[in-house]
Every structure is written in structure tokens, then in C-alpha cells.
């Protein structure tokens, strides 16, 4: 991190110390050179055959630069400029030598016609440094850039880990700079020098240019990553590579034009250099054009349309190459007006799309505005404003100025007092300029932490009406010191100032009244809190999300408090952990934990500051700046959460109504936990029940000399239950039965893997089977929890029985000679604990009439309502006295005795299954 921020130092002293240097360079030059302060339309031919532009001849004067040498020596708009120190205008080369030996300080005698006279004038050639109004643009601009540098380098050090923050400094970088480039391109890219009338070198104008250019389409990224990346932003990334490729291509199209002017042209007038250049630096583009285009269909063969989208500056060029090649086809078949209107769109419409940029800004910050949360609301609110009113000032500014400007020019009217007064309002835009760094550095710092209707408030009306108490306090007890003096007759003067002071300390208590009447005014609640509260309610009955609850609470919370930051607190295993906050980075849900230590006092508000707390809990909560903390939870039930505020906005200390509030929110936040919660265990336990359900047999295997019935009854509290039966041979069955520890989701989820490394593994012994399902189901296993399964096969042929036993209730073999055989014998329950104990198989033999009960704890656990358990005894018992009836009035025996005895109410998963021998096998 300290390596960044050292390269990011860096990198601002290389931007500002090279902007600098360059404008310093420029403007010494200037400063020695100097400029007369007018610009005169070019005269390329004779006078007689061009024609007149908004009234404008050949010569005549567009502009005066107010407070120059050309505006104190009295030229005006619209003079005809017939020669300067002799030389006429027309004269190009001569006028080119006078250009390059004229320096500050110098005058130059221009004669002009006005309205039918002749006048002589003597300009003064100035350094633009001594031009009032220039010099006020330009320190205006240099103070502006430095507040955009101070800012990005603000954000830039306190929130390093953001990558919203590097575009952000980015954005205020270039910024800065092209803050600076329109001091300088009225220098070089203009003709306010106005010996020659010809436009300057365009290629350090354009590179001052690009800088300017660019400010527009990183206002732009920002807008679409912040607060968040917009969604057309995570479908296609590369639609930011058109937010930038439109601005390139403009500007390298216009480079192209300008290199081409300067290169082939250096000896032509200025509309010849103008044409040629055009005519060249078309064909070329024409030429490169097509060539990308060639280049696209052949790169992204099998992209389609998307070779193109997916190449955004090459597409580009191509586009404008065809575009040009169509307008030299066109201009050759004769197509004039074809030409000209495909030439004008491919020169305007770049222009006009970067130029509807900050309307994409503002469309995007609204967007997300809109499609955010409450807080990211807030968040989004200060740089849509700040955008919107520097565009719209801009706009306003723009348009007055170029309507009174085009007004006089057409109309004939003065320009000179005009000029002034549009020079200072220019710098209007440039102030409001400041708004955008300023807002979003505020949405990525500060705005959690005040509302901007606080701050209109604060600082318009708390203003004044605070002065308005004060003026009110010094009137009376001034008042009443006077009034000691004039009707009392008191003329000592210890007397006079102890009576005042008197007065003074018995108003105080109701300056005090009404200062706090004004700050609980200006900072009461946007709703009151019998308001808040309802809608809380309203939310505690309807939300179906946790985080979403939270969140809107906390929103609502703060809404009515106004206080800087609130955070919700929920348990989670033996932590609090952050769910929901206001006013605090989004990085705090989840990450700010504390454990759920005994020393935390959560039976009553309290302010953190006044408690030794455990470690964790206090780096925590002094991390958000916490006053206050308040509970959630209803007395004598277990802890819910707290919430942590920090401090109000108008630094006044929570009070008994605050207080009182708070208990109401916490009281809402209880009971909508506990709803969602239980929601949520619903919901997992319907997933999971579907889940078990689907593992059970749906029909019993058919094997000769055996009746198979089996049954699974679900608890509200579901288990991992499972049992199934499976048809090795046409004499022999596998069945098996399981129980796994844990409730709902995760139950299901482990007992469907059980099922599915049973099945794989099925075989003719049971102690392979339970050595290989162990190491399948036991990598699943987490947290101390345990399977407990048995397994047997039956062969009807040979009337053997073989099982293992994995730590499950020894299931019940009640013999025809009334005898009962519990099979216990095989290993432990599958556990990461005992993976590697070895498993036994036993053996018995079986007969017809013999029934074999296997069941789960939910049968012999069933509970009474003395707390008596059913017990694994009255299932011996069961078994025995009904060990004649069949395999499905057995089962029935079984589950509806269990079901009586627990009144009912399952505590847990009841599952059973019965295997009875009834008919002896064929040989």
C-alpha cells in the first residue's frame, strides 16, 4: 500500500510539474512576444469576390480581447482592417515578417474603415500577464486545478484499496490539466496575436487538446462503476472501451487533418491549406479505413457482428474510413450535396456523441440512483447533483453567452462591453467545475456520514437563525444595560457592566431553550418516530430476507436519529457479526465480528466507552465510533443482536426519548429475526424433507420368501434418516438403515450421499460395504458430527443372514421360538474421529416365520409426556407378541405404539422397516 501511494506521489509531482513547466514555457514566450488583442477575418483573394459571414467582409474585426492593446486603442467589431504599419492585409508574406519582429511593447499602427471613415489607431502589442482579464481566467483555472489536485489526492490516500478511487483520481488528474489547456490554446491556437491572419500550429493545440478531451469520458467510467458497476458494465466490459475509443478517434481523425494542414500546406493561403488538407487527410483516412475494416472481418471471422464490437477504435476507423471513401465516390459521380452532407456527418458526429457524454453521466448516475438501495442512494445523490449543476451551468452559460454573441454579431450591435462581461462570466463554469470532484470525492469519503438536506439546512437556515438568537440576546441585554443607564439613573460604571452581567447569565437559559429548539428543528427526524416505528413493523411482518430487514432498518433508523453511522448486529454460531449498517464502508458486513463473550452487558443500553470490554468487541466498536449500543432480544431469551450507533449529527447526546425509540426498533428487530429465521428453517427443512423423500424406496425389491414394509414418518425437527432395500440376487436382499446426525439441510445433503456410496458399493459383505461407504461419507463430515448406519444381506437360499453394525441401534431378529436377537456387533459410527477403526461381520441363520425389525432413535427416543422414553424394551416386546402377523401389520404395531406414547408429537424422524420370512424358498 505504501508502495502505491509513493507511485501515485510521483506520478501527481510528474503530471503537475510537467503542466506547470509547459504553461510556464508558454507563457513566457507570450510574455515576450505579446499580443495586440484583436482577430481580423482572413483576406485570401480579392476582396470584391468574398462573401460576407454574419455581415463580415474580408478584414473585418471578429474579436477584441477586453483590457488589450487593441480595446484600450479604441477598435471595434466590425472595423475593416485595411493594413498594419503600411503593410495591406492582403499581403500574407510581409505580414509574416512583421509578425516575427514584433515583441511586447511594440505599437502598431492599424488603419481601418468605419462606417465609411478612415482611421488610424495605435495598438499597443502586451503581454497577456498584464491583461487583467486574462490573468483573472488564468488564476481562476490554476486555483481550480489545484483544489481537483488537493482532492484526488485527499481520496486517494484514505481509500487506496478502491479501484473506483484510482478512475477517480484519474478523472481529477486530467482535470486539472485540461483546466489549463483553454488559457493556452487562446494563445497558441488563436489569432489574437492580429498581425497575421492565420491560425496558429494546431498540433500543440490538439495536445493540449487531448487533455481536455479526455475529462469527459473518465467522468463517464466513473459514473458507470460507481457506487457500484452498472449491469450493462458486467454484461459487456467492453462497452468502456467505446466510452474512451469515440474520444480517441475524434481526436486522432482531427490530429490527422491538422498534421496533414501543417505538412503539405505550409506555403498556401489559409483557405487553400484548409482545402487540401481536407481532400488529403480524407483520402488517407479513406484508404486506412477500409484497410482496418478488411482487417476486422478478417480477424473476427466467426464473431459476426461482435468482430466489430469487440474492436472498438478499430471499428471505428473503419467506420469513419468508409464514410470518407463514400464521400470522395460520391463528390466524384457528381453527388455534391451527398458528398457534403456524408463529410459533414462523419466530421460532426463524433463531436456531437462525446459532446452527449456528461448526458450519458448524468443518465447513468441516475440510473443507479434509481435501481440502489437506501443507503447507495444517498451515496449516488451527491455526484448526480454535482454533475448535473456543473452540465447545467455550463449549459446555461453556453448557450447565453453564444445567443447575445450571435444577437450583436447579426444585429450590428457594440461587442465591446459584451466581451468583458462574457470574459468573467466564462469563469462561472469553471468554478461550478468543482462541484463534480467535490461530490464524488464526498460519495466515496464522507457521505455516509450527513445528509445533504442536513447540510442545506445547516447551512442556510441554522445560519440564520442562529445569528438571529444571537442578535436577539445582545439586543435585550444590551437593551436592558441601556435602560438601567436612562430610566434607573445609574451612572456608575462597575454598577452598569454587573447589572448587564447579571442579565446576561439570567437570559442565557433561554438563549440556551431556543438554540436547542432551532437545533432539534433543523435536525429532527425526517418522519417522527411513532412513524419509523410503523414502518419497521410493517417490514417485520412482510421481509423475507435478513440482510434486506436489516439494511431498510438501519436506513430508517438513521433517517429519524440523524446521527453519523449505525450498524446491525446479529449472532451468528458464538460471534456478532455486521449484517446491516448506515454510514460505514461496505466492507464492515461480515468482516466486523466479535465473539459473544460473557462480559458484553446486553440487558440494557449502554455507551461502550464506560465498560471494559473484551478486546475484540472494543477495536470493533471504537472502529465505528459507537456511543451507544442497544440490544435485541426479549428478557430471558437468548441474544439476537445489538445495535451500535455513533454519534449525532449535531453532536447532541442520545436522550430518554432516543433511548425509548431505539428499545421500539430493537424490540421490531427481535421478533423479525426470529420470524426470518424460522422462515428460513421452514424453508430448509421443505427442501430437505423433499431431498429425503426422494432417497427412500419407492417400491419394495421382490425376492422369493420374503415380505418387506417400511416407512419413514417426519418430525417437525427433521433428522437424516434413511433406510433402503436392495435386490442383489434373485434369493438374496441387502437392506440397510442410517441416521445422521444434524438437522435439516445438511442432514439431507449427507444422507444423499450416503445413499449414493451405498448403492455404488453394494455387495455381498456387509464389512467392505461399511469400510468403503466410511471413507466416502466421512469427508463430508464437519464439526463433531456422526453417521450411524447398519447393513445386512439375507439369502433366502442358504437362510443365512450377515450384518455390520456401525454404531446404530441394534436392530431386533425375533426367532419362531420366540427368542430375540439384538444385532449389535460391527464397529463404530462413521466420524472423522474413529475413520480408522477396523468393522466386524457376524453371521446367524434364519428360518421362515423369523421377522427382523430395524428402526431409528426417533422410535425408541419417542418421548412421553413424563419424559419417559418409549425404549428399545417395548419394541423387543411388540416384536414378540405380534412376531406372527405380517411384515406390514408389524410395522404398524410398532409406529402407532411409538406415536401414542409420544401423544402424537414426534420429537424426532420416525423410521422403521420389517423383513418377514414367510413362505420357505424352492430348492
Not at 472 to 490: D, F, Q
Not at 643 to 671: H, M, T
Not at 811 to 822: C, F, M
Not at 847 to 865: H, I, K, M
Amino acid at each position: 500500500m505504501k508502495r502505491r501511494v509513493a507511485v501515485v506521489l510521483l506520478l501527481t509531482l510528474v503530471i503537475a510539474g510537467g503542466s506547470i513547466v509547459y504553461t510556464a514555457m508558454r507563457l513566457r514566450y507570450w510574455h515576450r512576444v505579446g499580443i495586440s488583442g484583436l482577430n481580423y477575418f482572413p483576406v485570401t483573394g480579392p476582396q470584391s469576390k468574398r462573401p460576407a459571414v454574419f455581415g463580415f467582409k474580408p478584414g473585418a474585426v471578429l474579436i477584441v480581447y477586453g483590457s488589450s492593446g487593441a480595446d484600450q486603442a479604441g477598435v471595434r467589431t466590425r472595423d475593416e482592417v485595411v493594413s498594419i504599419n503600411g503593410i495591406p492585409v492582403g499581403d500574407v508574406t510581409r505580414l509574416r515578417a512583421l509578425d516575427r519582429r514584433a515583441k511586447s511593447g511594440d505599437v502598431l499602427m492599424y488603419r481601418v474603415k468605419r462606417d465609411k471613415r478612415v482611421l488610424d489607431l495605435p495598438v499597443r502589442v502586451t503581454s497577456p500577464l498584464a491583461n487583467p482579464t486574462f490573468l483573472a481566467m488564468f488564476v481562476v483555472r490554476v486555483l481550480v486545478a489545484s483544489v481537483f489536485v488537493l482532492i484526488g489526492l485527499v481520496v486517494f490516500t484514505r481509500r487506496t484499496d478502491d479501484r473506483r478511487v484510482a478512475v477517480f483520481y484519474a478523472m481529477v488528474m486530467i482535470g486539472a490539466v485540461s483546466l489549463l489547456t483553454p488559457p493556452l490554446v487562446v494563445l497558441d491556437g488563436s489569432t489574437l496575436r492580429g498581425i497575421a491572419a492565420e491560425q496558429q500550429s494546431l498540433v500543440p493545440v490538439l495536445a493540449l487538446a487531448v487533455a481536455g478531451f479526455a475529462f469527459v469520458p473518465i467522468v463517464l467510467h466513473l459514473a458507470l462503476v460507481f457506487p457500484r458497476e452498472r449491469p450493462v458494465i458486467q454484461k459487456s466490459p467492453r462497452v468502456l472501451r467505446w466510452v474512451y475509443g469515440l474520444p480517441i478517434v475524434a481526436v486522432l481523425l482531427f490530429a490527422m487533418i491538422a498534421l496533414a494542414q501543417s505538412v503539405l500546406a505550409v506555403k498556401a493561403s489559409a483557405s487553400d491549406q484548409i482545402d487540401l488538407a481536407l481532400k488529403v487527410g480524407s483520402g488517407a483516412l479513406a484508404l486506412i479505413g477500409m484497410s482496418v475494416a478488411w482487417w476486422v472481418v478478417r480477424k473476427g471471422r466467426g464473431e459476426g457482428w461482435r468482430a466489430f464490437w469487440n474492436r472498438p477504435i478499430a471499428s471505428l476507423f473503419a467506420m469513419a474510413g468508409v464514410l470518407l471513401g463514400a464521400t470522395r465516390i460520391t463528390n466524384a459521380l457528381g453527388w455534391k450535396y451527398v458528398a457534403v452532407g456524408i463529410g459533414i456527418f462523419t466530421a460532426v458526429a463524433p463531436i456531437l456523441v462525446v459532446a452527449a457524454f456528461p448526458i450519458f453521466t448524468c443518465i447513468a448516475l441516475y440510473r443507479s440512483y434509481r435501481e440502489s438501495g437506501p443507503e447507495e442512494r444517498r451515496q449516488v445523490k451527491w455526484p448526480l447533483w454535482g454533475t448535473l449543476i456543473a452540465l447545467l451551468t455550463k449549459i446555461m452559460i453556453f448557450v447565453i453567452t453564444e445567443v447575445i454573441s450571435l444577437y450583436l454579431l447579426s444585429s450590428g450591435g457594440s461587442m465591446r462591453e459584451w466581451m468583458h462581461a462574457a470574459e468573467f462570466v466564462g469563469m462561472i463554469p469553471v468554478v461550478a467545475y468543482l462541484l463534480i470532484p467535490i461530490s464524488f470525492a464526498f460519495a466515496i469519503l464522507k457521505y455516509r456520514l450527513m445528509n445533504i438536506d442536513i447540510i442545506i439546512r445547516k447551512t442556510v437556515a441554522y445560519a440564520f437563525l442562529t445569528g438571529a438568537i444571537i442578535v436577539m440576546y445582545l439586543v435585550l441585554v444590551g437593551g436592558i444595560g441601556t435602560l438601567l443607564v436612562s430610566v434607573a439613573g445609574v451612572r456608575n460604571q462597575t454598577m452598569v457592566i454587573a447589572s448587564t452581567l447579571v442579565v446576561a447569565l439570567v437570559v442565557v437559559p433561554l438563549r440556551n431553550k431556543l438554540q436547542t429548539l432551532v437545533d432539534r428543528n433543523l435536525f429532527r427526524h425526517k418522519y417522527d418516530y411513532p412513524e419509523a416505528l410503523r414502518a419497521i413493523a410493517a417490514d417485520t411482518l412482510s421481509a423475507n430476507d435478513l440482510g434486506a430487514f436489516l439494511t431498510s432498518a438501519a436506513e430508517k433508523t438513521q433517517h429519524a436519529l440523524q446521527n453519523r453511522a449505525v450498524a446491525m448486529f446479529v449472532t451468528r454460531n458464538e460471534e456478532f457479526v455486521a449484517a446491516a449498517k448506515v454510514g460505514l464502508a461496505d466492507s464492515v458486513i461480515g468482516t466486523m465480528r466479535m465473539r459473544r463473550a460473557p462480559l458484553l452487558p446486553l440487558d440494557r443500553p449502554f455507551d461502550p466507552s464506560r465498560h471494559a470490554l473484551p478486546e475484540d468487541a472494543a477495536a470493533a466498536l471504537k472502529r465505528m465510533e459507537a456511543v451507544l449500543i442497544v440490544p435485541v432480544n426479549t428478557p430471558g431469551t437468548p441474544v439476537n443482536g445489538f445495535i451500535a450507533l455513533a454519534a449525532k449529527l449535531n453532536g447532541a447526546a442520545f436522550d430518554v426519548e432516543d433511548i425509548d425509540f431505539l428499545r421500539g426498533v430493537a424490540d421490531q428487530l427481535d421478533i423479525g429475526i426470529d420470524r426470518i429465521r424460522q422462515q428460513r428453517e421452514e424453508a430448509d427443512y421443505e427442501q430437505a424433507r423433499a431431498i429425503q423423500e426422494s432417497l427412500l424406496p419407492r417400491e419394495m425389491p421382490s425376492v422369493a420368501g420374503l415380505e418387506l414394509s417400511g416407512t419413514w414418518q417426519p418430525a417437525r425437527t427433521m433428522g437424516g434418516d434413511y433406510y433402503d432395500m436392495l435386490k442383489l440376487s434373485d434369493t438374496e436382499l441387502a437392506v440397510c438403515i442410517g441416521d445422521v446426525a444434524g438437522k435439516g439441510m445438511s442432514a439431507a445433503l449427507t444422507m444423499s450421499g450416503l445413499q449414493a456410496a451405498v448403492r455404488a458399493s453394494a455387495s455381498g459383505s456387509p464389512r467392505d460395504l461399511c469400510e468403503r461407504v466410511r471413507r466416502v461419507v466421512v469427508s463430508s463430515l464437519t464439526g463433531g458430527r456422526f453417521v450411524t448406519f447398519f447393513y445386512a444381506t439375507i439369502d433366502t437360499a442358504s437362510m443365512r443372514l450377515r450384518w455390520c453394525n456401525a454404531g446404530h441401534n441394534a436392530p431386533v431378529l425375533a426367532h419362531t421360538d420366540g427368542t430375540i436377537e439384538r444385532l449389535s456387533d460391527g464397529g463404530p459410527a462413521f466420524s472423522r474421529l474413529l475413520r480408522n477403526d477396523a468393522y466386524t461381520e457376524k453371521e446367524t441363520a434364519i428360518a421362515t416365520g423369523d421377522r427382523l425389525v430395524l428402526f431409528t432413535d426417533g422410535v425408541s427416543e419417542a418421548s412421553g409426556g413424563d419424559g419417559e422414553m418409549f425404549g428399545e424394551e417395548r419394541i423387543e416386546e411388540l416384536v414378540s407378541m405380534h412376531r406372527n402377523a405380517s411384515a406390514s401389520e408389524l410395522q404398524e404395531r410398532i409406529a402407532g405404539a411409538a406415536t401414542a406414547f409420544s401423544g402424537g408429537e414426534l420429537a424426532d424422524d420416525l423410521t422403521l422397516v420389517v423383513v418377514a420370512l414367510e413362505v420357505t424358498p424352492p430348492a
